[in-house]
């Protein structure tokens, strides 16, 4: 298990922005891909957004032009700032490390985005 602790979620009103924090308990390898999922209630776990250590991202269509994810290897640390956040963006947003193709989740931090 990697330990990994998001923070920076909270309600913001439609239109605002957050900017959520992933801190990982051990190094973060260039080799590791890091990334953001989130799961709204009633829905399934969905991808937000993923980079790799060359720096190379991918993004769900909803969020592109919204979100930009990066990450601090030194401060073993992932970012994700969103921008215009709607209603639509409200979940529980999870942080996850993909490490030699096994995938390892934080527990997650909510947003909540009022219209």
């Known amino acids: 298990q990697v330990p990994l602790v998001e923070s920076g979620g909270d309600l913001v009103q439609a239109g605002g922005s957050l900017r959520l924090s992933c801190a990982a308990a051990?190094?973060?390898?260039?080799?590791?891909?890091v990334g953001w999922d989130r799961q709204a209630p009633g829905n399934q776990r969905e991808l937000v957004a993923t980079i790799t250590g060359s720096g190379d991202t991918n993004y769900a269509d909803s969020v592109k032009g919204r979100f930009i994810i990066s990450r601090d290897n030194a401060k073993n640390t992932v970012y994700l700032q969103m921008n215009s956040l709607t209603p639509e963006d409200t979940g529980l947003y999870y942080c996850?490390?993909?490490?030699?193709?096994?995938?390892?989740w934080g527990k997650g931090t909510p947003v909540t985005v009022s219209s």
């Open positions: 051990i190094r973060i390898l260039s080799s590791d891909t």
């Open positions: 996850r490390m993909s490490r030699y193709g096994i995938d390892f």
